[in-house]
């Protein structure tokens, strides 16, 4: 029950119901018919005896209100049938504030306010240059958007592509299509690097949105972006925006009506998609594939036969049910990390047989100079330097390039090493 | 887990392609034996099945595991920041399931529970407010049904005909019963005094996952039809569409349906985040760009017969089925044609359309064995025509991603399989 139920207007039980046949009918002339009513008994009221004045004058009050509930339903019925069927009445209009919620508090409000508006207002202050900004995005970003932002594999591209808009496959990049700055400082700043959005400082992103502007021309190798000049970069593309358009250009031209015989002279084939033929294989394969896909298992079986013991003596065999719990909290790290068979690098290194191993010592990744040196001085992981290093690597390992913001449970941390645990012995 | 799906959908269509076998052999006509699923005794007529404490919370049967959702894996460098598509071409009526319909996420999908979620309303209110999830059950709630279209659908088509079924040419839409309550309520309750003149004011809503996606909604559409959602189809919200509370923009692209909402801020101005500017912006022919191109125009597609639903009998009747949808309001005719677009008849509305959901609609007809090049058209209440992938491309040229509803077509050959196609 809500504190007072005045606050919703239906709540008188007459009124309710005549809003309720009012909406059901969606009709004017009910509603007509009800408000003529609701005169005729105001105007036989006040023939009545002086003593009955008092009570009329309500009356009237309440007819008054009722006609002007009764148009307000009318306009919300009028509404409801231009645009459509509701499965429910409208929910009431709330005449005072139900008292639900509660205030925020500004250090709330600081928290999760931070998107950054065209204007700059949102900026916090600090500054960045191109050089620095070069670092950190090397170590941020690079395994994904490419050393000079011009991306990896599939991954977004963020710089280049000028003057391929007017082409049939636009690049559209930082430098050749975003018309605002602001969006650039906000996105990086809310939302990268991936795996580990929001764990940049503030003068990061303004040395990172420098190197970003450099690699697009924007900028000279000098340049040092702050709250003070954000304002006067220059975008390539500010102008190349206009709103909407279709009302204006398509409506008009595509209500005709519409022909229904004889509309062209002749229909021919100009395009089949079984000629690219880039559709996921799902159905239209026969047995014989099915029966290929056999014998690759044996190999991988095999390995794991093999593998090595050593391994496995520095932790203990992982208990199965925390093997699952980890499963779900390494969700927190595959946008970085790869297991299991056949798993590659991404930003951060393959972790097939990280437990009871030398810190930093897989092939082909390129940690940094802080994990190589950890790794150089002897250090392994184990259940207890892993927890302490997922718990907050920065922390942990000044230097280290994991952009991780970090496992905070321990239940989190023990369940993830068991989960690592079942990948010892994986190949790569 | 993909292998396995494979394989067992490979097996169920094998067992479709059997089972077509046998049926065009009897074509209809009078069976030359008895059929022994009637006259022999079948187990599941003496056996008893499962038990009521077997199955707390169901999944669709086994032989429905080709129904489910599938992704394009080449289109997108992780599956984390990825799409998938609604298997349309197996679904009937209008409401889709939440198991299978379509997810777009940009940073994956989250755990989040009700006890964690907090909403919190700033920016040019009274009172800034938070609300637990609690307080959110609290307001007066509606139901509605709307389609939710992701801009990119069909996207793929600018380019020409691509992908080879309608699951992946059409399947980035969904259409559900949504519990919720209407943003205005909301706002209300933080009070707009300090908003002044609200028609040229926004509400930027943000999402409480890694990747913050947000976007501005003009304070108009939000104070219309907008509602923050709790349920869809008299169910929590799934996982992945959001839970425990998301955002319904009825008629608007998918993007704006902000999943996990976690903030509403009452702006001056469009915040210009980069889902508002670096995608979800249209590139016309000569380089410029349209922004802030929200509404899901009027569109149609034939979800059966089509690439991966081929008609499964010989020469007779067929249901020609499919679903119509638009933005702007209900949808109130689909034209089919059979010929390319010569000719066309006037489809039955499965139920007449709701404003802003799925419309399904029939051809009931004759199929006479021969090809077809099928295609269907709809048209809405303002009296939009879905346009021919020529006249979009006349207007806009082919440098877009996005807002792609031109009319679609199947070439069906006499096996009646269907393939996606282009015509003159």
């Known amino acids: ?428 | 887990m993909d292998d396995i799906n494979l394989s067992s959908s490979r097996r169920a269509f094998l067992r479709g392609s059997v089972a077509l076998a046998g049926a065009t052999a009897a074509g209809g006509a009078a069976a030359s034996q008895p059929d022994p699923l009637i006259t022999e005794l079948q187990d599941w007529a003496s056996i008893t099945g499962e038990g009521v404490d077997e199955t707390p919370y169901g999944l669709p049967i086994e032989f429905e595991s080709d129904v489910i959702r599938r992704n394009v894996p080449w289109l997108t460098a992780d599956p984390i920041s990825s799409i998938n598509f609604t298997p349309i071409h197996a679904l009937d009526g209008t409401i889709t399931p939440q198991g299978c319909a379509f997810e777009r996420h940009h940073s994956g999908a989250i755990e989040l529970r009700k006890e964690d979620y907090r909403l919190m309303i700033n920016g040019l209110v009274d009172t800034p407010l938070v609300f637990t999830y609690e307080d959110i059950e609290r307001f007066p709630r509606e139901n509605h049904v709307y389609f939710c279209e992701c801009a990119a659908n069909t996207g793929m088509e600018w380019a020409g005909a691509q992908l080879n079924g309608v699951q992946f040419t059409h399947g980035m839409i969904h259409n559900m019963e949504y519990t919720g309550v209407p943003l205005r309520l909301l706002l209300k309750e933080a009070g707009l005094d300090r908003a002044g003149d609200l028609s040229d004011k926004w509400v930027y809503v943000e999402g409480a996952d890694a990747s913050s996606n947000g976007r501005s909604i003009p304070m108009e559409k939000a104070l219309d039809d907008v509602i923050v959602a709790f349920k869809a189809n008299g169910e929590a919200l799934r996982k992945e569409h959001g839970y425990p509370v998301r955002l319904v923009v009825p008629g608007w692209e998918g993007n704006m349906w902000v999943k996990w909402l976690r903030r509403i801020e009452v702006t001056d101005m469009a915040v210009e985040s980069r889902e508002e500017t670096s995608k979800y912006t249209d590139v016309l022919e000569d380089g410029t760009a349209r922004k802030w191109t929200w509404v899901m125009d009027a569109k149609s597609v034939i979800t059966s017969p089509s690439p991966q639903s081929p008609i499964p009998h010989g020469p007779g009747p067929l249901v020609i089925s499919g679903l119509a949808w638009s933005g702007h309001g209900k949808i109130t005719r689909v034209d089919v044609s059979k010929d390319g677009g010569m000719n066309w008849e006037t489809a039955r509305l499965g139920k007449q359309g709701d404003s802003k959901a799925l419309t399904r609609f029939y051809l009931d007809t004759e199929w006479d064995g021969e090809e077809m090049l099928l295609q269907a058209r709809a048209m809405d209440e303002t009296g939009y025509v879905q346009p021919t992938k020529d006249a979009l491309r006349e207007v806009r040229g082919e440098n877009s991603v996005y807002h792609n509803n031109c009319i679609q077509t199947w070439f069906v050959n006499k096996d009646g399989e269907a393939e996606n196609v282009e015509v003159s």
Not at chain 1, 55 to 75: G, M, S, W
Not at chain 1, 164 to 192: E, F, I, N, Q
């Open chain 1, 1 to 428: 029950m809500s504190k007072s139920p005045n606050i919703l207007v239906p709540a008188l039980g007459g009124t309710a119901l005549v809003l309720g046949v009012a909406y059901g009918l969606s009709s004017r002339e009910h509603g007509d018919t009800e408000i003529e009513l609701l005169q005729d008994r105001v105007e036989q009221v006040l023939v009545q005896a002086d003593d009955a004045r008092a009570q009329a004058a309500t009356e009237v009050a309440t007819a008054n209100a009722l006609k002007a509930e009764i148009e307000d339903v009318r306009a919300t019925a009028a509404l409801q049938v231009a645009s459509g069927g509701s499965l429910t009445q409208p929910a009431p209009r709330l005449v005072e504030s139900l008292g639900l919620g509660r205030e925020a508090h500004q250090e709330e409000i600081a928290a999760w306010d931070v998107d950054v508006l065209p204007d700059g207002r949102g900026l916090p202050p600090g500054k960045g240059d191109v050089y620095t900004g070069e670092e950190v995005f090397a170590t941020y970003c690079a395994a994904c958007h490419g050393d000079f932002a011009e991306g990896v594999d599939n991954w977004p591209v963020l710089a280049g592509g000028f003057d391929t808009l007017a082409d049939k496959d636009p690049v559209k990049t930082v430098g050749s299509y975003w018309p605002y700055l602001s969006t650039v400082w906000d996105y990086v700043h809310r939302s990268m690097p991936f795996g580990g959005a929001q764990t940049l400082t503030d003068d990061e992103v303004y040395a990172i949105v420098a190197y970003i502007l450099y690699s697009n021309d924007l900028v000279d190798d000098d340049f040092e972006l702050s709250h003070e000049n954000f304002m006067d970069v220059e975008m390539h593309n500010a102008d190349g925006f206009v709103v909407e358009g279709r009302d204006t250009e398509e409506y008009p031209i595509w209500r005709d009506e519409p022909c229904m015989s004889d509309c062209k002279d002749s229909v021919d084939i100009t395009m089949r998609a079984s000629v690219l033929d880039v559709t996921p294989e799902t159905e239209e394969e026969g047995e014989d594939d099915a029966a290929l896909e056999l014998p690759q298992e044996t190999p991988s079986t095999t390995t794991v036969q093999e593998a090595p013991v050593i391994k496995t003596a520095a932790v203990a065999t992982p208990d199965p049910e925390l093997a699952a719990a980890g499963k779900k909290v390494f969700r927190k790290c595959q946008s970085c990390h790869a297991v299991g068979e056949g798993a590659k690098h991404k930003t951060g290194p393959v972790l097939n047989n990280v437990l009871g191993s030398q810190i930093a010592s897989v092939d082909g990744f390129k940690y940094s100079n802080a994990l190589t040196e950890a790794g150089a001085a002897g250090g392994t992981w184990d259940a207890e330097t892993l927890a302490a290093f997922l718990e907050n690597p920065k922390k942990y390992l000044k230097g280290t390039k994991m952009a991780f913001a970090g496992l905070k449970r321990k239940e989190d941390q023990e369940a993830v090493a068991a989960y690592l645990a079942t990948f010892l012995g994986n190949p790569g």
